[in-house]
């Protein structure tokens, strides 16, 4: 399974950005799709997790009310539309795949499958 992300950039302060995350192929492991970032020097960090059957979704604290993950499961697609934009959401953003249960979707080594990650820069 290859994962392509797309959609970063630079935006200033309360602004949006969408970011794409194309899946090669759904399989049996990749029953969900999440988000994580990174900014530099620092570890990364769950953004948002949801299930393409069913839509279990389970966002961070730190975005939750800000960002929306959206799938398009013809597609194999999911989107992660993020708004009010901070400088702390800069960050490179990876979308994952895998197959963890709902108490798990916040960890990265639970994950099989990871994208190239985009940049996300938002400035004051």
């Known amino acids: 399974v290859q994962l392509q992300a797309s959609g970063g950039g630079l935006v200033q302060a309360g602004g949006s950005l969408r970011l794409s995350c194309a899946a090669s192929?759904?399989?049996?492991?990749?029953?969900?799709m999440a988000w994580f970032r990174q900014a530099p020097g620092k570890e990364r960090e769950f953004v948002v997790a949801?299930?393409?059957?069913?839509?279990?979704?389970l966002y961070a604290d730190s975005v939750r009310g800000r960002f929306t993950i959206s799938r398009d499961n013809a597609k194999n697609t999911v989107y992660l539309q993020m708004t009010s934009l901070k400088p702390e959401d800069t960050a490179v953003y990876y979308c994952a795949a895998g197959r963890p249960i709902i108490s798990a979707f916040q960890m990265p080594s639970i994950y099989i499958y990871w994208g190239q990650g985009t940049l996300v820069t938002v400035s004051s």
């Open positions: 192929e759904r399989t049996g492991s990749t029953s969900t």
């Open positions: 949801t299930r393409w059957i069913g839509g279990t979704t």
